[in-house]
């Protein structure tokens, strides 16, 4: 946590969430993802939580995916892509490819509603990969996900999520606020 408030990362006010959700919390994992000391810290917890998994490949969604999927690689020694969005799918493109057999190792930054981390498992498993893992930055997820893998997060934390139909802050009247992508 010490790390996300030195950066700035956890804002508070009425934020528009990637996931079309609302929430009176936002992490802006870029605050911290500018620093590669923090970036560094983050992603050794990851690693060292999975380094005896006999990973092979780190994957990881656009874009914040990229840098911890990069680290936690760079960090194993081994290789590092990611997904990209085409469609309502997530796929490999650039040449990224999995050999069917490898051991995968799938990375994100915040986890809310587990839709980002879902369609990279897809692509993963559409080329034959093995998932072994999952590793995340923030789990901001009110009711636990079962993914069928181990879920590691470096924070656990929980801020509530609205439909923007039921959100109270809208009908408050506080301005919405979209800061991702």
Not at 18 to 39: A, C, D, M, N
Request: charged share 20%.
């Amino acid at each position: 946590m010490s790390i996300f408030k030195e950066a700035g990362a956890m804002l508070e006010g009425h934020f528009l969430l990637t996931s079309g959700l609302h929430s009176p919390v936002y992490w802006e994992k870029f605050r911290v993802l500018q620093y590669p000391r923090y970036t560094e810290q983050l992603c050794q917890l990851i690693t060292r939580h999975f380094r005896k998994q006999n990973i092979q490949v780190v994957a990881g969604p656009t874009t914040g995916g990229i840098i911890i999927a990069f680290e936690v690689a760079r960090q194993l020694g081994v290789r590092s892509i990611f997904a990209e969005k085409e469609g309502a799918e997530r796929v490999f493109r650039r040449g990224f490819t999995i050999v069917p057999g490898e051991r995968v190792l799938i990375v994100d930054d915040i986890l809310t509603t587990g839709s980002s981390v879902k369609k990279v498992m897809d692509a993963v498993i559409k080329q034959g990969g093995i998932i072994v893992g999952i590793g995340v930055l923030v789990d901001r997820v009110e009711k636990e996900i079962d993914f069928g893998v181990p879920l590691f997060s470096c924070l656990k934390t929980v801020a509530p999520t609205y439909l923007p139909k039921q959100c109270p802050l809208c009908a408050a009247g506080i301005p919405l606020t979209r800061l991702g992508g």
